[in-house]
């Protein structure tokens, strides 16, 4: 007679493991387990409660022959007890008694564990919801030295996301990414992309899916930050190289509501010989939403227009939004093809906005569907028709997450599936679609990574991979105010490590900033100040006072007053003078996923104060920028990390790392440190 043990009575269940090709698969009561060698030190799992692992879900990874990866140095073992497959510096166990899976580095030292909420509880939960779907939760340890980073765009205030509860829904300056950078020097990718939340908790890390076929993630271990951003982005795409005019000043404000004014205002920045690479005309520059091209009274000439801007080397920029009115020439024939979005119950209707020609009543409106190629297509080729023939090849991909209201995402039914399953891969697919369309007219260079594709689109949101669609991302509608400005400094860092090289933010904030008004205008300041080191120097507002309905008040450089001018025009022509050194970091960014705006320790790992350094950051490897982001402040402590030597760029004197400085910040200074035998021209000559 066989004795139960007291383990086996907590845990008796016992799986077979098999090889299959260079996966190692796990199978117990219709769970099973793969564990895939997916790129350099990485894995992908798959988890299904029915047995039927799926391939034909939404997700940001690529193919196996994308990644042009063999797999030649994989090994699978398997024991009486427990299994194992290496692949590289990483490797998987599986416990035959539960599946329990643990991964180590290539020393043997545990990167991340599933965990146990409770001894009757599974690390891994699967609660039916619906026909084939499950509510999942995957449970891992939380460890007491470790912190977190990336996930997207979060104004929490926090660079180290550890202990916060974060919500994987799109919203207005809300951006899921579901990639994390770990301090254990691991990256994790929830592979995943309908609705849930990821509480990185002290106690326990949850990755929660309310409604999906699968588990599905992705790790990654690395020496260093960079390795895990580099093999981050060969699994889901390299982002094309910055087009050059890109990586100078963009002019923007709420709003443009003529040709004439468009003109008006790049031939004063010529007058001025500032620097001006980018023009843009905000939304309301149409008829009707979804018409997708120029309201000819407002715009009567918009090929004449683009034909003098260019000839001043300056691009035009349009938003574009994903929005319809019944009223549109295009809502229905759109609607007849079956390209709008829909909603699981009741009418396709998903948000009240304004529009014209009123703009003070609001109207109910409707998204195409951009998970529907055929709409994509659709909606290409009208912004060829009115937008790209006549030389505007820049779109603005504004309130694409898709924005609805109320804020109930999961009522909607996209062509590929519930909202609750795939919401936040609308926008992805939203700028691959536009990324095709450019690429179809020979705007996509074919020669890899770090080749001019002269593609870029700005979204206001983002999922994992769409760097490879060549999306910027900017921070949303934010406000006005330093403690925005405070949070904007973290939310570029994170942005970075969770894999987007391009981005930006409303430089000055977007709402309630009065031009007049001396803490805004100091606001703007500092603002700039932080925003010539962004990878993206985009000014934009809705300013106040207003002048009439959804037009605000001037947004130029010499809206704010002479002081605020003077300043900020100086700021323009250095970040002229930074150009070849910026074009250095976006074709690092390109080629190995290297972001140009990090934090200190991405390039000081060794040095454990700068792992606490939340509001400073390295532009490139050689410089050293610390924002002021208090009102009035005159004085800040800059930390500098050790080693390297650092040079003050505003006075030159020389400084050994690993020591704090207390520096005078008037307003036109912002600290900035250039290491070790740098040479950037900081200043004019």
Not at 477 to 500: H, K, P, Y
Not at 577 to 582: A, D, G, K, S, T
Not at 634 to 651: F, H, M
């Amino acid at each position: 007679m066989k004795v139960t043990t007291q383990l086996e009575y907590f845990d008796n269940n016992e799986g077979a493991f098999r090889q299959q090709n260079s996966s190692l698969v796990f199978e117990l009561r219709g769970e099973k387990i793969q564990i895939e060698p997916w790129g350099k030190n990485s894995f992908r799992v798959r988890v299904a409660r029915d047995g039927r692992i799926r391939d034909d879900l939404p997700g940001a990874l690529l193919s196996l022959d994308e990644m042009g990866f063999k797999g030649d140095d994989v090994k699978v073992n398997i024991e009486q007890d427990e299994a194992s497959i290496q692949n590289g510096n990483i490797q998987a166990k599986v416990s035959k008694r539960g599946g329990k899976i643990v991964f180590y580095d290539q020393n043997g030292e545990e990167l991340l564990s599933e965990g146990k909420p409770h001894i009757w509880v599974h690390g891994r939960q699967f609660h039916a919801v619906g026909g084939d779907l499950y509510k999942i939760e995957a449970n891992f340890k939380a460890y007491d030295d470790e912190k977190l980073y990336g996930l997207g765009q979060h104004a929490n205030g926090r660079l180290d996301q550890k202990g916060c509860v974060i919500d994987l829904a799109q919203r207005n300056s809300d951006v899921t990414i579901p990639f994390m950078v770990s301090s254990r020097r691991y990256g994790f990718l929830w592979n995943n992309p309908g609705l849930g939340r990821v509480e990185l908790g002290h106690n326990m890390t949850r990755w929660v899916a309310d409604a999906s076929y699968q588990l599905e993630y992705w790790i990654t271990a690395g020496d260093t930050v960079a390795d895990i951003m580099s093999n981050y982005v060969d699994a889901t795409g390299h982002s094309p190289l910055l087009p050059y005019y890109a990586s100078g000043f963009w002019q923007c404000r709420l709003r443009y509501r003529t040709q004439e004014e468009v003109l008006t205002v790049a031939r004063k920045y010529k007058e001025l010989q500032l620097p001006l690479d980018i023009i843009v005309i905000d939304f309301f520059h149409w008829n009707r939403h979804g018409d997708w091209k120029f309201d000819p009274l407002a715009f009567p000439d918009p090929a004449a227009m683009v034909k003098e801007l260019k000839e001043m080397n300056v691009e035009v920029m349009v938003s574009i939004w994903p929005t319809l009115t019944p009223d549109s020439e295009n809502f229905e024939p759109m609607e007849r093809q079956g390209l709008l979005l829909r909603n699981t119950m009741g009418p396709a209707i998903h948000h009240r906005f304004y529009d014209n020609p009123s703009l003070t009543e609001a109207k109910y409106i409707t998204h195409y569907d951009a998970t529907n190629p055929k709409a994509r297509e659709y909606l290409w080729n009208t912004i060829k028709k009115n937008y790209y023939d006549i030389g505007i090849k820049l779109f603005w991909l504004d309130a694409d997450e898709p924005e609805v209201e109320p804020v109930e995402p999961q009522m909607l039914r996209f062509h590929i599936g519930e909202g609750r399953t795939c919401y936040n891969y609308s926008v992805y697919l939203h700028g691959k679609g536009l990324y095709d369309g450019l690429a179809s007219e020979g705007h996509k260079n074919k020669g890899g990574p770090g080749k001019d594709d002269d593609i870029i689109t700005l979204s206001r949101s983002g999922w994992a991979g769409c760097q490879r669609w060549g999306q910027a991302i900017w921070s949303g509608d934010i406000d006005s105010t330093f403690e925005s400005l405070r949070q904007q400094v973290r939310v570029g860092m994170n942005m970075a490590l969770s894999g987007i090289p391009w981005w930006t933010t409303d430089i000055g904030g977007f709402v309630h900033g009065n031009i007049h008004d001396p803490e805004f205008r100091e606001l703007i300041v500092r603002w700039f100040q932080y925003g010539t080191f962004c990878p993206l120097f985009r000014l934009h507002g809705f300013r106040e006072p207003l002048q009439d309905a959804w037009y605000g008040a001037e947004n130029e450089v010499w809206s704010f007053g002479d002081e605020a001018y003077n300043i900020i025009s100086k700021l323009l022509h250095l970040r002229e003078r930074l150009r070849p050194y910026v074009m250095e970091q976006m074709k690092l960014a390109s080629e190995n996923g290297t972001p140009s705006m990090r934090p200190l320790f991405f390039d000081f790992e060794a040095d454990i104060a700068a792992w606490n350094v939340e509001d400073q950051f390295m532009f490139g490897p050689d410089l050293l920028v610390a924002p002021v982001t208090e009102y009035k402040s005159r004085a800040r402590s800059v930390y500098l990390p050790a080693g390297a030597k650092w040079t003050d760029a505003w006075t030159g004197e020389v400084y050994e790392g690993g020591q704090t400085l207390d520096v005078d910040v008037p307003l036109s200074k912002v600290p900035l440190y250039l290491k070790d035998d740098a040479q950037l021209p900081i200043q004019s000559s």
